[in-house]
């Protein structure tokens, strides 16, 4: 049914709901998880996969700590470090490798919000063709 879940994460206490989701719903689908996270730092928007800095190391070093995570838990993972815009990325990483379901967590920003802070999730969902979860953070 899932095949590939990709999952995206921003590196907040909420992305602890959409990983504990995806556990249970790969283990059931059997499926494989790719973790994406975005880096959108000065560093990152700038000079891309070349970044060096203090974020793009702890970024790292999140993703290979959830992605180990999956896999002590009996899940093939992989981990994707993207640099740029959020939902540019994401939806450049779906449209070029293509995936089952794609995974989300929201902060469940209202109206205002979402105009100025930019809406990701309701960007991504909109231009791409698989199944999006969309899962508000508490």
């Known amino acids: 049914m899932y095949d590939t879940i990709l999952v995206t994460l921003d590196g907040t206490p909420s992305d ?47 993703l290979e700590k959830v992605r180990a995570e999956f896999q002590s838990a009996g899940i093939l993972a992989d981990a994707e470090l993207a640099y740029g815009q959020p939902a540019d990325e994401i939806i450049k990483w779906v449209q070029q490798k293509g995936c089952s379901l794609l995974a989300m ?8 919000a979402d105009l100025f802070l930019g809406a990701t999730a309701t960007r991504v969902r909109h231009s791409i063709g698989v199944p999006v979860l969309l899962l508000r953070a508490k």
């Open 105 to 112: 967590s929201t902060h469940g920003h209202r109206f205002l």
């Open 16 to 62: 602890r709901a959409i990983i504990e989701h995806i556990k249970q719903l790969a283990k059931l689908a059997q499926s494989r998880v790719v973790l994406l996270h975005v880096a959108d730092g000065w560093a990152a928007r700038t000079y891309g996969p070349d970044a060096v800095s203090p974020e793009i190391a702890e970024d790292t070093a999140y």
